[in-house]
């Protein structure tokens, strides 16, 4: 079964300079991008083709991705440690220099405002590589009544994701064999070519990957050009975030699977939220609250029975019991892999327990679904085998 | 000449439900909407058909143009007013219940942040009808240690606009005489078959208009029809706010003619800082130093020689002086009434003088250029006439 054409699939035109265009924009064109989706106020390209071969060219070999529009938070100064402290509830005292965290930015509710990686880079230099909302502007206001000394700015800083199982073997081409002693989540300082960049591992695909930020945006181009040129011999492609495969991943998207009116228990990310260290920060009054409350809402895994989707859900899809609304499909898709359909949504707690069934409303009619576990897919556990 | 195609007017799909999608959206593709961009992480219709046709239904006639995505942050609580008068230059002193303002906020810095209309709705009640950034987190933000007790959020407020010379006509036939008293940037409370709405005499096209806030987002499609069949009898067309009105009319888009970096003195918007005022506000230290001192750049129009541009610019165009860039082009456009090449252009403050001779440079090749004096066209001054 087809999917009827939505109607936001039609063309979107450049309106003028008040989208932002990104230092790989031309090199994406030149390799293939034919359409785009905007994310802090940027263009961010989301189509080289078929998003399933996309999806096939990350979990076998390697893809390249413009994620320039992950855009840099740079807070610094004497109290930058202390400031940072004060945006999230994940407590940052383990947090070494050279080593990053993914965390929450939550408000004065306890709602989600952004879900970034923190980036320790000195002992007072720190970035937040964003997801989709201006948390600069949050940051700044947060900072003008705190009495603390700290410098707040977007630097000229632009990421790459490189991702895949090759993604190891075409950075040591690149930089030989220092890059092996990058570990997860940790980063380091590199040049190429004499561009300045910082590498971190980590990524949005749960595969091996690398985040690549150009500190010299008149380079781009340039930078895009030599990893292409070096990922040549593995096959490396041009590409895009895979939605399939960080849905399989259980990995969440900004906007779509949560906002500022979830919090994080809701979403399972207890281990993000430390509500007995002494440092203070914003909303731990609210989470306290809704900790000893308890949540009336919670994530979950869906599969979704009947024929394959051909793409993405454009709208939150209402999740039916007995005829009554009991939440929404937040993000769904198809898994070549896994031969399933499958979904992140939010129900109420009293229908989140594994096996429940349920039905959901799409454009295309009534599908009946399951909760289920997540991640969906997991190299250590799951028997689908790779293809 | 034709402008080669840009590779931004590449299709965009679809892609999740990553960007929310209007109330009127369902409406505006129904009566032809073909394309979309994004602000505030909703799509906006920019595309029905003809540009051009379009700013004449305008000006010649109304259009109705979906801007739900002027989102409103919503400040009430007692010390609301003392809030707002933070965030903003302007002396809100005299902005009476019922009143709207055009404001600038402005970081620590005095960069500007947006400039959104403000509503006093009531005398601790107020609207930020907000350009593209999320003001929301910036206000919440500041919020957190203000010591001030408000509430900020963003409420379920979806603003349409009907602009052009007959709105005032459609807008008596749908809500009778009483509309007649609704004064220039004054607002009022009213219902249509018992749609809850507030309603301003304001907008983005220089033109008579209004803008009509719908407060239950559920209704979005009925306002629609209604105001389209009370319009129906006076040729009212859907449509999008118009780039070439606006741009004759020397308003602003945020982030294409200023961000940030950009103050409010650089845009000859002295009339919206009152740095005299006792309140304080946020950037007021750094204003009055930026006045001290003079500014390095400023906005000035531009008249661009050569073959009508057939489309706005999508970069920002250098400007040259015997070869040194002395600016930028931020917004461009070919106007179908005055038969002109107009633009927006920052550039610096020694090359402002009204005649001076440039050059700029575009991906279709050079032209030369001339400041001249803003709005380009002004029904009250200009020898234009109206077709």
Redesign the interface.
């Known amino acids: 079964m087809k999917n009827p054409p939505?109607?936001?699939?039609?063309?979107?035109?450049?309106?003028?300079?008040?989208?932002?265009?990104s230092p790989y924009?031309?090199a994406t064109?030149r390799w293939g991008?034919?359409?785009?989706?905007?994310?802090n106020?940027m263009?961010i390209p989301?189509?080289f083709g078929d998003p399933e071969q996309n999806f096939w060219n990350l979990v076998n070999g390697a893809t390249l991705s413009d994620v320039a529009v992950e855009r840099q938070v740079e807070i610094t100064g004497p109290d930058a440690a202390t400031f940072v402290q004060m945006l999230t509830p994940r407590n940052l005292s383990t947090c070494a220099v050279g080593q990053c965290k993914y965390v929450l930015i939550t408000?004065?509710d306890g709602g989600i405002?952004n879900d970034p990686i923190l980036l320790r880079l000195a002992e007072d230099h720190f970035w937040l590589s964003l997801a989709?909302?201006?948390?600069l502007?949050?940051?700044?206001?947060?900072?003008?009544?705190?009495?603390l000394d700290v410098t707040i700015c977007e630097p000229d800083v632009s990421p790459l994701q490189l991702q895949g199982p090759k993604s190891g073997e075409i950075m040591q081409r690149l930089f030989g064999d220092q890059i092996n002693d990058l570990r997860y989540y940790w980063l380091g300082e590199f040049e190429l070519d004499g561009i300045p960049l910082i590498i971190s591992r980590t990524g949005w695909s749960s595969e091996l990957g690398y985040e690549i930020y150009l500190r010299d945006g008149a380079r781009g181009d340039e930078l895009w050009e030599l990893i292409m040129a070096a990922g040549q011999p593995f096959g490396l492609q041009p590409g895009h975030t895979s939605?399939i495969r960080r849905i399989e991943g259980g990995m969440l998207?900004?906007?779509?699977d949560m906002d500022r009116h979830t919090n994080p228990f809701e979403l399972g990310l207890d281990r993000l939220v430390d509500l007995e260290m002494e440092a203070d920060f914003?909303g731990k009054a609210a989470l306290k609250k809704i900790a000893d409350q308890g949540i009336s809402r919670k994530q979950v895994g869906l599969e979704i029975d009947g024929d394959a989707l051909t793409?993405?859900?454009?709208?939150?899809w209402p999740i039916l019991i007995a005829e009554k609304q009991v939440g929404q499909v937040?993000?769904a898709i198809y898994s070549p892999r896994l031969k399933l359909n499958i979904a992140l949504a939010m129900v109420m707690v009293e229908h989140s327990a594994l096996g429940t069934d349920a039905e959901i409303v799409t454009p295309f009619g009534r599908r009946s679904v399951r909760v289920v576990d997540r991640p969906f897919y997991d190299p250590k556990k799951s028997l689908a085998s790779k293809v």
């Open positions: 939505t109607s936001n699939q039609s063309k979107a035109f450049g309106f003028g300079t008040q989208i932002r265009k924009f031309d064109v991008a034919a359409g785009f989706s905007v994310y106020h263009y989301r189509d408000n004065a405002l989709d909302s201006d948390i502007l949050w940051a700044q206001g947060v900072a003008v009544n705190s009495g939605a998207s900004y906007h779509a914003i793409a993405a859900n454009n709208e939150f937040t993000s």
